[in-house]
């Protein structure tokens, strides 16, 4: 059940197909999707003149400010969910982006229930509390159909993160 005013959702996508699709699911579901960037610094500027609840990210992001780097900035900047979307799930790439500490991870291709079943898992986290450690956890990952929790580690502190990866 949505809240009186629907959370608001920024796409950060370059596949426009993709991003269109996400898109119009979401308006569907009721909830308002602030727009559509293929670009980070686009996505930024977005962000911080109109504050979305829930950030949908590709990591696959080409050039300098890729996928990585913009969750990054988010993260620090915003402290704004992220569900990550991505279909590179090898365990390097994997462990790259849990870092980041995503609310949600939706494995490319995904299915409309994936998106849902994201989305809905990553609204019910946002007023519950981060608990003693002051982060979360654990994530799930949906992937066609399939939901695995996965446990994240302690955030990073003044480590650098592999963000050419």
Known sequence: ML?????KILIVENELIIAADVSVQFSQLGYEVLGIHTQVTDALKTIASNLPDIVILNLGLPGKLNGLVAARLITEGY???L?????NTDEASLKGALALHPWAFITKPFTNEDLENALEYTLARLDQPLGAAGYQKTCKLFSNGKV???KLPPPLEAQSLPFGT
Not at 83 to 87: D, G, K, N, Q, V
Request: glycine residues 0%.
């Open 148 to 150: 695995y929790r996965l």
């Open 79 to 81: 402290q704004l969910p």
């Open 3 to 7: 809240p009186a005013t629907p959370p």
């Open 83 to 87: 569900i990550f979307l991505s279909s």
